[in-house]
């Protein structure tokens, strides 16, 4: 061991700490948006420092890990509260979590680490921003979430969602964090004394190409954004406005597991409560209400079935003289009996639904525990987990000139499954949603934040009822005009518009941006194999890193 091993792999591990931190005080809710400008910057140090493919493998884990700790501490809540975990059992579910969510990271460090050996580490900013965004793209995930969510509050800077989706904000995040890298590394640094003597990770010109790159994408991203969010304003002032009303009941977790397994007077509580802040937000309107909607599950009899308590909701709809949309449960009798979380569209006087959504993308571990169609015992682990069926994918719901896209709950976190909707000409999201299980830190800001990025990716307005928040209306430039508080019975009603602009270029194309970014690698790896010689040059630049040409060069006879 060399005498400067110990002190490079403290700072390795203080560079996988520090980047982590920086990453999770940037997420929903602590919101300090600011330090995604350089949460990254740890981690491309440790991308040009790391030796080996298991040692860069390591401490990417290890930044990521530390990153999903500090953002998705809520997990062990859940466990608690939903699953009935003691606090023994639920603390190692997270770092389980923590553990599996970071391999994302850990693979894109293992292959930086096999391709610098092609490509070295030049034009870094390019390639391994590259691989990064095509494996965010690609790589299975529990939850959808992107490095790009974070600037989820930036407006003018999430509008090219309507072009790439998340991973084009992303892209433009590791771009910018590239140019603050290349900035102290090439001009702030050298000019510092104690620092003058430290190898550099950039040639000067590719410093100020890298510069450029993350000054370019800033300001291409403003430009859009403004133009575009120009155009989605002047269309939204000349459609068709609802008034739409949003109810959030606010029924704690004990009513809600006590009306899962039947309980009578729960049952009625929960109708009861729904009911009563209907009436009273109809009350409050100068102008008619066109359409209420109601949270996930809060109607407990289930929907084709013939049952007198749907004569009440009839009633209701009567009273208020609009539509209602309610988070439910639907049965399906043939060819085998299936039971699903749902949406249901009752109109005025109906006394049954006109129109029933299923949910088609179901939570694992929540709503079904996997490869329990396979061990059926698995079923009695957590009793609390359900075990609804699946429905047929996103089917719209019509009524009068609403042409809804239905989701429940953990489909707003999906970005293609609103793409389906908007390409069959939805004109309008209604989200239905239960968040009561994940206690009172991120995860209801959290799932907000990822809600809000699909109303842009496809440029629809977004009413979303939860049970105990945060309810809200999210326009199609992402601005969020109403937002209930957590934890409280409420209500409020919203002119909203039904758009009718044509399908944005992510909505019909999708990840195209992580196929252009796959191209990127392998254009530049056959670049390099077609100028092996060139490429394996000693750098003319005395002041670049020994570690950038990593292949051995070739002896001349």
Known sequence: MSKHEPFMKKNKLLAAFVGGCLGFLSFPEINWTFLIVIAYV??????????????????????????????????????????????FAAYPILLLYAAVGSINLAVTGGLVAVLRKKLSMQWQALWVTAVFVALEAFFPKLFYWYAGNAIYQVIPFIQIADLGGAILLTTQIFWVNY?????????????????????????????????????????????????????????????????????????????RLLAQFGHRETLQKAVEIHSDLTRALQR?????????????????????????????????TLTINAALVTG??????????????????????KDNASAIYKKHILLAFGEYMPLSNIFPSLKDLIPAISDFGAGPGPEMMRYRDFKIAAIICYEALDPHY????????????????????????????????????????TRLVQVRATNTGISAVIMPNGEITHRAERDVPTYFA??????????????????????????????MLLYRWHRPAQSEQKPKHSGEAAFRVTSKPRRTR
């Open 42 to 87: 740890p981690y491309f140090w440790l991308l040009n420092h790391c030796e080996g493919v298991k040692e860069t493998v390591w401490y990417a884990w290890l930044y990521s890990a530390v990153m999903t700790l500090g953002g998705f501490f809520w997990i062990a809540h859940t466990a608690i509260e939903f699953g009935g975990l003691p606090w």
């Open 418 to 457: 609103l793409r389906e909707y908007a390409v069959q000409g939805a004109n309008i999201i209604l989200n239905s949603t239960n968040d009561s299980w994940y206690g009172p830190w991120q995860e209801q800001e959290q799932h907000l934040a990822l809600a809000q990025l699909r109303s842009v990716e």
């Open 328 to 349: 439910g449960h639907a049965t399906q009798r043939e060819p085998e009996y299936r039971y699903f979380n749902s949406m249901a569209l009752v109109e005025p006087g």
């Open 284 to 316: 409050q309107q100068k102008q008619p209400l066109d359409l209420v909607l109601w949270p996930e599950g809060t109607y407990p009899y289930p929907f084709p079935d013939k049952r007198p308590e749907h004569q009440a909701l009839a009633e209701l």
């Open 494 to 523: 919203a002119q909203v518009p039904l758009m009718e602009m044509p399908a944005t270029v992510y909505a019909r194309y999708g990840d195209w941006w992580a196929w252009v970014m796959v191209l990127i690698v392998a254009g």
């Open 179 to 255: 140019a603050v890298f290349a900035l102290f590394d090439g001009f702030v640094l050298p000019r510092v004394q104690a620092f003058k003597k430290l190898p550099r990770h950039f040639t000067p010109r590719e410093a100020v190409a890298t510069i450029a790159l993350g000054a370019g994408i800033v300001l291409f991203s403003f430009v859009y954004g403004q133009l575009r969010l120009q155009q989605v304003e002047e269309h939204m002032s000349q459609v068709t406005q609802k008034n739409i009303g949003v109810v959030q009941g606010n029924l704690g977790n004990l009513d």
